[in-house]
C-alpha cells in the first residue's frame, strides 16, 4: 500500500494519497483550476449541485449513518499543500481551524504530487488510520461531541496552497582524505541520522493523538435535523512525513455544504419531486377524488 505523503511546516502537516485523477471536471466535481474536490458516499460518487445565489458554494446530500469520503485531485505540474477542514475542524489534527477567516496555513495539510489525488477517508488519529466520516446528527457529530462545536457544522472546506520556491544551493565537489571510502562513510552515517529523525517524527505524530476513542453515536436524527460528520470506524490509512513549506496565502479555496435531502429541496438546491401531491392545489380546484380506506 502506497503510504500518503505529510508535509512539516512550521509544526503543521499534511497528507495526500495517491490515486488516478480525472482529466475533465465533472458534474460529480468542483471545477476548480488547482485542485477539484470529488464526495463518495458508500463508495459511490454523488453529485455536487452549485449554489443558486452565485456564492461559488457547492451542496451535496447527506444520508443519515453513511460513510464518505473526499477526494482531492491537483491538476497542476506542481506540488500543493491541502488544508481540509470538516465541520470547522483540521481532518488531520481535529482542531478549529483558521484557515478560512484570513489566519493563513496555521493547521496540518495534506501534499498532493504533481498530477495525483488523495481520498481523503476520515478524522486521522495517526500515521497508520484514520475514523470514518459518517453522517450523524449534528448533535452527535465529533466537532460537538469533543466541545469543538462552531457555525461551520455541514461544511466541508478546502485551502490551496502552492510551495514556497527553494533556493538553489550548490554542492561542492568532495574533497577525500587517505581513506578513500571514509566520505562514503559520512555519508552513511548522515543517512542513518535522517532516517532516525523520520522515524521520530512518525512516533510524535502517533503520540500526539487527542481524539477520544469512543464509538459513534447509532440514534438517528430527529425529523427536520441538521446532518454533521461523526467518529465512525477505524481505517487502515498510511501517511510518512514529508516537507513542504507553503506560502502564506492560500492560491484557491473551495467549500462544500451537506444537507439532509429534505432541506436541500427547501433551499432550492433540489427540485421536489415530480410525483409529490400539491392537495392545497387539488382542494382549490375542486378535483374529485376516491376515499382510501382509513389508517386505524
Given at each position: 500500500?502506497?503510504?500518503?505523503?505529510?508535509?512539516?511546516?512550521?509544526?503543521?502537516?499534511?497528507?495526500?494519497?495517491?490515486?488516478?485523477?480525472?482529466?475533465?471536471?465533472?458534474?460529480?466535481?468542483?471545477?476548480?483550476?488547482?485542485?477539484?474536490?470529488?464526495?463518495?458516499?458508500?463508495?459511490?460518487?454523488?453529485?455536487?449541485?452549485?449554489?443558486?445565489?452565485?456564492s461559488g458554494?457547492?451542496?451535496?446530500?447527506?444520508?443519515?449513518?453513511?460513510?464518505?469520503?473526499?477526494?482531492l485531485?491537483?491538476?497542476?505540474?506542481?506540488?500543493?499543500g491541502?488544508?481540509?477542514?470538516?465541520?470547522?475542524?483540521?481532518?488531520i489534527?481535529?482542531?478549529?481551524?483558521?484557515?478560512?477567516?484570513?489566519?493563513?496555513?496555521?493547521?496540518?495539510?495534506?501534499v498532493?504530487?504533481?498530477?495525483?489525488?488523495?481520498?481523503i477517508?476520515?478524522?486521522?488519529?495517526?500515521?497508520?488510520d484514520?475514523?470514518?466520516?459518517?453522517?450523524?446528527?449534528?448533535?452527535?457529530?465529533?466537532?460537538?461531541?469533543?466541545?469543538?462545536?462552531?457555525?461551520?457544522?455541514?461544511?466541508?472546506?478546502?485551502?490551496?496552497?502552492?510551495e514556497?520556491?527553494r533556493?538553489?544551493?550548490?554542492?561542492?565537489?568532495?574533497?577525500y582524505?587517505?581513506d578513500?571510502?571514509?566520505?562514503?562513510?559520512?555519508?552513511?552515517?548522515r543517512?542513518?541520522?535522517s532516517?532516525?529523525?523520520?522515524?521520530?517524527?512518525?512516533?510524535?505524530?502517533?503520540?500526539?493523538k487527542?481524539?477520544?476513542?469512543?464509538?459513534?453515536?447509532?440514534?438517528?436524527?430527529?425529523?427536520?435535523?441538521?446532518?454533521?460528520?461523526?467518529?465512525?470506524?477505524?481505517?487502515?490509512?498510511?501517511?510518512?512525513?514529508?516537507?513542504?513549506?507553503?506560502?502564506?496565502?492560500?492560491?484557491?479555496?473551495?467549500?462544500?455544504?451537506y444537507?439532509?435531502?429534505?432541506?436541500?429541496?427547501?433551499?432550492?438546491?433540489?427540485?421536489?419531486?415530480?410525483?409529490?401531491?400539491?392537495?392545497?392545489?387539488?382542494?382549490?380546484?375542486?378535483?374529485?377524488?376516491?376515499?382510501?380506506?382509513?389508517?386505524?
Amino acid at each position: 500500500m502506497r503510504h500518503a505523503l505529510i508535509a512539516v511546516f512550521l509544526g503543521t502537516a499534511g497528507l495526500a494519497q495517491a490515486v488516478p485523477a480525472s482529466a475533465h471536471p465533472s458534474y460529480w466535481e468542483s471545477p476548480s483550476s488547482l485542485v477539484s474536490v470529488s464526495v463518495e458516499v458508500e463508495g459511490g460518487a454523488v453529485p455536487l449541485y452549485p449554489a443558486p445565489d452565485g456564492s461559488g458554494r457547492f451542496y451535496l446530500e447527506a444520508r443519515q449513518g453513511a460513510r464518505y469520503a473526499v477526494t482531492l485531485a491537483n491538476r497542476t505540474h506542481e506540488r500543493l499543500g491541502v488544508v481540509l477542514t470538516v465541520d470547522g475542524l483540521n481532518a488531520i489534527s481535529g482542531d478549529r481551524d483558521r484557515t478560512f477567516a484570513g489566519a493563513g496555513p496555521t493547521g496540518r495539510m495534506y501534499v498532493l504530487q504533481p498530477w495525483d489525488s488523495a481520498s481523503i477517508k476520515g478524522w486521522r488519529t495517526s500515521l497508520e488510520d484514520v475514523r470514518r466520516f459518517t453522517f450523524v446528527d449534528e448533535r452527535a457529530s465529533y466537532a460537538a461531541r469533543s466541545g469543538k462545536a462552531n457555525s461551520r457544522m455541514g461544511w466541508i472546506e478546502v485551502a490551496v496552497y502552492r510551495e514556497r520556491p527553494r533556493p538553489y544551493v550548490s554542492h561542492p565537489d568532495p574533497v577525500y582524505g587517505t581513506d578513500p571510502y571514509e566520505g562514503g562513510a559520512r555519508d552513511e552515517k548522515r543517512q542513518r541520522s535522517s532516517d532516525a529523525g523520520h522515524a521520530d517524527a512518525e512516533e510524535a505524530d502517533r503520540s500526539a493523538k487527542t481524539a477520544r476513542e469512543a464509538p459513534p453515536s447509532t440514534q438517528p436524527g430527529p425529523a427536520g435535523g441538521y446532518p454533521g460528520t461523526g467518529w465512525g470506524p477505524r481505517e487502515v490509512d498510511p501517511a510518512m512525513v514529508v516537507d513542504f513549506e507553503p506560502l502564506a496565502g492560500p492560491a484557491e479555496k473551495i467549500t462544500l455544504r451537506y444537507e439532509y435531502g429534505s432541506a436541500l429541496r427547501a433551499l432550492g438546491i433540489l427540485p421536489s419531486p415530480w410525483w409529490a401531491r400539491d392537495r392545497l392545489r387539488e382542494r382549490e380546484a375542486g378535483r374529485e377524488g376516491f376515499a382510501p380506506p382509513p389508517r386505524y
